[in-house]
């Protein structure tokens, strides 16, 4: 098994060679004019170490990576009752598919499509006001990393709103079929604002490690709570690629639209990486291939 | 950590305690008219030992829990070319949906749903008489559980091709699409065939030890290939319950219509339970709750 | 062939007999709260005479049966090229679904689903502000009637509004595919303000003249445009019930929740029936019947 | 309004002018290698006349247009209990869909779709050996037209068996959920040779009279029956291109795969086109464009 200090380096280089980098998401302005060539890697390992490689120091928008840590929360406050809002099954149909939303009369197939993961942010909002949700859930990220310079990107946030056509459209249909407890306009200004969190690869790699379950981690939420969201993110955390990530690289993880893949390795590390350019999935292709290679080397995959 | 041959009695006996049994498949009359009532689980562990409580030497129906020995078959004979007849994706469909596979021109979702295991059989028949593919299905598993005196049930088979129309369907479909290489007739018979494979559930213990990856267990397919299989079984596994076997058993498996269960601890175990009643997805009942009962007292969760 | 002076009462008579009204529209409490057991039937002739029986001076609320107005107007601002945005099609849905309106991304099958409707709404507000697109359609309904009381109720519109989250998303779902030109907030507004306007039966009935295509009624659009507007209401004038309408009544109709429909015998008669319960389809169970009965005594089929 | 005699041969040189002759249907070489570039034209007017142009004595594969005599034997057969199997509503759907089939649990949206056609062919057989109810069907035809010539074509019929997997698919499909009465295999047989029934437009015209309903005319069902057969034909007649054919041309018609059109002027005419050419709805393209002409220069829509 290669040493990850040395590895890491190699990795980032051997990526940088194939020059298909994938496209931006495009759908907002501060998305679309992303410069695609771009990767980092790092990794928080069990013992305490942090490696990284690349642009691992270049703050990006997290997006849907953030709907692990709002999951985390709604979980704490609501515990299982949240099931019965929300789905856990694979949803086999794009990210944002109304279509399944009406088939299954408005309750989610699971927290990580954008339906799910407006109803979970709802479950965090709670009749509070959005600021003081939206302090909850940037309070859970910092802890989970350490760091409090961790902070959302308003104008990211403003733009999602401007654009969010199709997520206000889901908001109105949820709460047609009576699934959303807030007003669509004030749930979907908190799901906004956490899906604009901005961090580095190297914050994100810290603050997974939540997600480990080893000792002198910061520990958020309990052991078997863990290995549910760790469940979760394997068979839901990359939409409709869900099952080819599970084949190719073996590990739970999350993409978010932004070129952003949080990745477990349970009992020994929390694995960030970057790059924007997207695959047919809407995944970060540079990521996930880093991943497959990343595990295959140090032999991490679950199975 | 408890000892496996005390715990076993005693999650038998715990099974047992619920009244609530489930209901057995009743689309052909052999299946229909087993008891219900009836329980069996069986540990094959890394070690050489296997552990057994209940009716575990009674043979069962393994219906579809062949489906992951033929998918092995079929990959050894085609390599990663099958996936262009297949995917890899959780199809948020029931079992013998024919919905995707319109949408999908053709392509079924996973191996595991009916339309994809067809398929799958189709790659193992390549033209031969299904005689030699059965032949050589049998001598897989056989070779699996070292064990020659697993068999076909004839009558099982003859009943699924009378009552067989939805598959008929499938098959025809698949044909239409140009998706089937042998007659609709030919791959259907081997595909009901292999479908009617009885085992006891300790044989079925030992028949998955080929997906543990541990020294002195029977090798029959690659490492980085035991992965795979036992990556697609955690996302496609249990049909439309995989997301939910996943998250309360943290074990890669795959069930059958007949009770069966078939689930892997990567390096530690093979496991097989059996139980006939099914719940609202398919798989047995008695059987997922059991594996969620001795992942966790055995901390076996690979997440 | 009856004469309508006599037939109308009978027909009144023989409607009440069946103490089966059907359920009323309870999605708003403004159409919730009426009696349901109310009929009315009004015939305007190409002669220039009115026939009416039972509740024909109650007025009531029109909704979906304006679609029929507004596509009128739609089609005279814009021609063909409204087509573009909507499509010709029966949907072989629900009136309300979205399901469609993804897979044919954005455009909606007709102008009589709600998404459909909301498109021909867009066109008519071209830009201008909602009270001046509304001011058009009522002063176009008014002429067609020839009579300047028929008005809008604000207090259903309000409701309509305040109930309206599925339409609110198939507005932004039509935003989010780029197929609304006014923002979904003052399209919606109006959309809803022109569904709320509120007519007697014998009303309707003389505002559905325009469509008779006869010498001495209102002529409002030309000759080849009532022809085309009459062959949508009978392909598509009743939501998923429109083969039903047409194999039972045989004549161009629409239908709204409020239980009204505007039936059109061409070069005859114009007739509105009115009775709020309705039937599975959400079309108004005794009018249709009450169609049935007096195209079948009439020998009033166009088929 | 313009005199048939001379019409017909100006709009069959019409026809000839634009160089577009669409596709002909590819699916079973007996329809792929028809030459494209035909055109015919054929109307049997209420009065006994029968005006053609073009090549109107030309034999073609009527296809698809052989499912509205199915479907008045069958409903002379069993009456609206046949209602129970099939539905009268348009499919919104390619003809062939099986997506809509497993939605509405094995009961087709209406006749004139495959799946319809199998189930009322199924009607039509009720048990009796397939000889026998073709020789019905052939018989009505013959009646219709007046003309023993008329018949089927076996290597057509063979070919459809060879190609027709998808029909085998829905065939099967209806026998999973209890809607075939016949074993499959039969059903289709006589599916396959109806389909494959063969006629000139002149006879094509001639044998659409007993749907006109005009005295002197040849009477095979009931007043009310010809308006229902009517009905459905202008809802659900085009597959997905009803709602279009009904607002272009303004008739009850039904199309086949091989290029014909069969439309009805109720108490006027039966007209036949035929141009193997088809537009994307599978409809024969200039064969739709001769219809809208001739209805508009006759004044013939029913709307």
Redesign the interface.
Request: include cysteine; hydrophobic fraction near 35%.
């Given at each position: 098994m290669p040493d990850l200090a040395t590895f890491l380096p190699r990795l980032d280089a051997g990526m940088r060679e194939d020059p298909s980098w994938g496209e931006v998401a495009s759908y907002i302005p501060e998305l679309a004019r992303i410069d695609p060539e771009q990767f980092a890697i790092a990794v928080a390992s069990a013992d305490g170490a942090l490696y990284q490689a690349g642009d691992a120091d270049v703050p990006f928008s997290v997006q849907s990576v953030t709907k692990v840590f709002t999951l985390a929360i709604a979980l704490g406050r609501s515990g299982d009752q949240l099931w019965t809002r929300v789905?856990?099954?694979?949803?086999?149909?794009a990210f944002n598919?109304?279509?399944?939303?009406?088939?299954e009369e408005g309750r989610p197939?699971?927290p990580f499509i954008n339906a799910g993961a407006i109803v979970t942010t709802d479950e965090v909002l709670a009749g509070r006001p959005p600021s003081v949700a939206l302090a909850e859930i940037v309070q859970f990220v910092r802890a989970a990393a350490e760091d409090d310079e961790i902070h959302i990107n308003d104008a990211v946030a403003a733009s999602e709103t401007a654009y969010g056509?199709?997520n206000?459209?889901?908001?109105?249909?949820l709460?047609?079929y009576d699934n959303l407890r807030n007003p669509?306009e004030m749930t979907l200004g908190t799901y906004f604002h956490h899906c604009a969190l901005e961090m580095t690869t190297a914050q994100l790699a810290l603050a997974g490690r939540f997600l480990v379950d080893a000792p002198g981690l910061p520990r958020l939420v309990s052991r078997?709570r863990?290995?549910?969201l760790?469940?979760?993110m394997?068979?839901?955390g990359h939409y409709?690629?869900?099952?080819?990530f599970?084949?190719r690289v073996?590990l739970?993880g999350k993409s978010g639209v932004g070129g952003g893949i949080l990745a477990i390795v349970?009992g020994r590390a929390s694995i960030a990486v970057w790059s924007p350019g997207l695959n047919q999935y809407g995944n970060s292709l540079k990521g996930t291939e880093a991943l497959a290679r990343l595990a295959?080397a140090m032999d991490w995959?679950?199975?």
């Open positions: 789905g856990r099954e694979p949803s086999g149909r598919s109304i279509v399944q939303l009406e088939q197939r699971n056509h199709r206000f459209a889901l908001a109105h249909f709460a047609a669509p078997s863990i290995r549910r760790n469940a979760l394997l068979t839901c409709d690629g869900s099952g080819d599970a084949y073996g739970p349970p295959r995959s679950i199975f």
